[in-house]
């Protein structure tokens, strides 16, 4: 069962050690996942780490979509962005509260984000 949060605003701010990665609306919860919609706020012409994120976000958005039509998709591909999957370094934040997750979100048709 789907349901609106009824505590946490139903939209919320998606960051990695402390960078604006992402706005987040639509937050709904289903078993202990969170789900939502997002726009990106860091690209591929920004220098350093927001071009890190992009990039592991559109790589994340082609793995799935692989996955989903039945075509190659390995989850070792992604071991080379190790260094943003680790715990404690995505953080959901709403008005009033903020949650570390256990690990990176997963991005998926197209502007679809989930978490735990």
């Known amino acids: 069962m789907t ?24 937050v709904t ?3 202990g996942t969170y ?11 920004e220098p350093g780490l ?3 994120i992009a990039a592991f976000v559109r ?15 390995h989850p070792s591909e992604f071991h080379q962005f190790g260094d943003l999957i680790g715990p404690d370094r995505w953080r ?5 509260e903020s949650i570390a997750l256990s690990e990176a979100p997963i991005f998926s ?3 679809q984000i989930g978490w735990r």
């Open 50 to 52: 927001p071009s890190r």
């Open 35 to 45: 789900f939502a919609t997002f726009q990106l706020r860091v690209s591929d012409t």
């Open 3 to 26: 349901a609106i949060l009824p505590i946490l605003a139903p939209t919320a701010e998606l960051s990695f050690n402390g960078l604006l990665v992402a706005h987040i609306e639509n």
């Open 59 to 73: 790589f994340s958005l082609d793995w799935n979509e692989r996955c989903a039509a039945r075509e190659r998709a």
């Open 29 to 31: 919860l289903s078993e």
């Open 92 to 96: 959901v934040t709403w008005p009033n």
């Open 109 to 111: 048709d197209g502007n």
